[in-house]
Nanobody, 132 residues
Framework: QSQLVESGGGLVQPGGSLRLSCEAP??????IGWFRQAPGQEREGISC????????KYADSVKGRFTISRDNAKNTVFLEMNNLRPEDTALYFC???????????????????????????WGQGTQVTVSS
């Protein structure tokens, strides 16, 4: 399978909003996660959605401000980001996971811990800059 492709980043003022898109053709049976990486910092997991949107997960740093959704008919996962802060400035990535917490679990129906090793098919990222 190919890599995922992110888009929608840009420059926005504090308090503003952006919607990121992750094109994921062929990944409808995968959970999809969003990560971000600021210069000099480690890649941080911020959100995840399972294959049928049955479960979502957020990092505390974005909970209540960001919303993840997906449209499998359009092969796209979205990250709606509201009330943006300067500390949200980073390169944003999406990636796919077939995490199974137990062997009986259906792949893609659970969001894994926010660890890079649980994800694959990373995109190239889209830059988000929050500044006045």
């Amino acid at each position: 399978q190919s890599q995922l492709v992110e888009s929608g980043g840009g420059l926005v003022q504090p308090g503003g909003s952006l919607r990121l898109s992750c094109e994921a053709p062929g990944f409808d049976k995968y959970a999809i996660g969003w990560f971000r990486q600021a210069p000099g910092q480690e890649r941080e997991g911020i959100s995840c959605i399972t294959r049928n949107s049955g479960r979502t997960k957020y990092a505390d740093s974005v909970k209540g401000r960001f919303t993840i959704s997906r449209d499998n008919a359009k092969n796209t996962v979205f990250l709606e980001m509201n009330n943006l802060r300067p500390e949200d400035t980073a390169l944003y990535f999406c990636a796919a996971s077939m995490f199974q917490p137990i062997i009986e679990a259906t792949p893609g129906t659970y969001c894994p811990p926010f660890q890079i090793r649980h994800y694959r098919s990373w995109g190239q990222g889209t830059q988000v800059t929050v500044s006045s």
